[in-house]
């Protein structure tokens, strides 16, 4: 069998998934690369936002898009270009170096107020919003572009990282953040362990993808499974391969 990376069609991976379809046209890999753009936008629908009560932007992983433009080189360009224009935020999310999150910057605007809102250093915060955020993309910030750049004084910083917006890098350097992502990355790493693990306890360590996602998830995969096999698609914990019965997920030989 050959070994073939294709697009993930969000229909089978929990829009609107046909239920009478067997021929080849259903298979859920099959698909030309589309815009990071439109699969941004698809991820962000899979994403649980009732699991956290709507108090978190809609998190999409780097990996995950990948799932849905194989062309690495063309979906970084792209988000590239997004991140630039303002459309999109980036953020490091901790547990892994490259472990990168998207979030639409409107989505991280608003949940960040509402996450504020209320609080000693709200001000604080939405000076940092109407300031930095449009005027830097950037995914971390140095102690001379807060201070003489954007006119944040040392005890304001401190306020933001209390807030959650940053999250010390180093010193004199500081992470874009997300108030209580810490939720969202335990609840990720969770699932992802568990989803793999259902690959791995398959007999010869591969299982058809319609398979996978017809099976109830554990209590760990909170997410959801087709939020997860984006994600292990796109970072290559697992191969696709085309077969006549649908797509197979098979753990990488080692």
């Known amino acids: 069998m050959s070994r073939k990376r294709h697009r993930l069609v969000p229909e089978t991976l929990g829009l609107k998934r046909p239920r009478e379809r067997r021929d080849v046209e259903a298979d859920p890999l099959r698909g030309e690369s589309?815009?990071?753009?439109?699969?941004v936008a698809e991820l962000v629908r899979l994403f649980p936002r009732v699991l956290f009560e709507d108090a978190l932007p809609p998190i999409v992983l780097r990996n995950q898009v990948y799932s849905l433009v194989p062309d690495r080189t063309v979906a970084d360009r792209q988000l590239k270009a997004l991140q630039e224009q303002g459309?999109?935020?980036?953020?490091?999310?901790?547990?892994?170096?490259?472990?990168?999150?998207?979030?639409?910057?409107?989505?991280?605007?608003?949940?960040?107020?509402?996450?504020?809102?209320?609080?000693?250093?709200?001000?604080?915060?939405?000076?940092?919003?109407?300031?930095?955020?449009?005027?830097c993309g950037d995914l971390s910030f140095?102690?001379?572009q807060m201070t003489q750049t954007f006119g944040f004084r040392d005890?304001?910083?401190?306020?933001?990282?209390?807030?959650?917006?940053?999250?010390?890098?180093?010193?004199?350097?500081?992470w874009l953040a997300v108030p209580g992502a810490g939720r969202f990355i335990k609840c990720f790493v969770k699932g992802r362990q568990a989803v793999l693990g259902m690959v791995?306890?398959?007999?010869?360590?591969?299982?058809?993808?319609?398979?996978?996602?017809?099976?109830?998830?554990?209590?760990?995969?909170?997410?959801?499974?087709?939020?997860?096999?984006?994600?292990?698609i796109g970072a290559q914990l697992v191969d696709c391969v085309s077969t006549t019965s649908g797509t197979l997920l098979r753990l990488p030989e080692t």
């Open 34 to 39: 589309g815009s990071a753009r439109a699969a």
């Open 87 to 135: 459309e999109i935020r980036i953020i490091q999310l901790g547990f892994d170096l490259d472990a990168q999150g998207i979030i639409f910057t409107e989505d991280y605007r608003t949940r960040v107020l509402k996450a504020c809102e209320g609080r000693p250093y709200a001000g604080t915060v939405q000076k940092f919003l109407a300031s930095v955020l449009p005027a």
């Open 142 to 144: 140095q102690q001379d």
């Open 155 to 174: 005890p304001e910083i401190t306020q933001l990282v209390n807030a959650g917006v940053l999250t010390v890098r180093d010193a004199g350097s500081w």
């Open 200 to 232: 791995r306890k398959a007999k010869y360590r591969e299982l058809l993808l319609s398979e996978l996602l017809g099976r109830r998830a554990p209590a760990t995969v909170r997410l959801g499974l087709a939020y997860h096999v984006h994600d292990l």
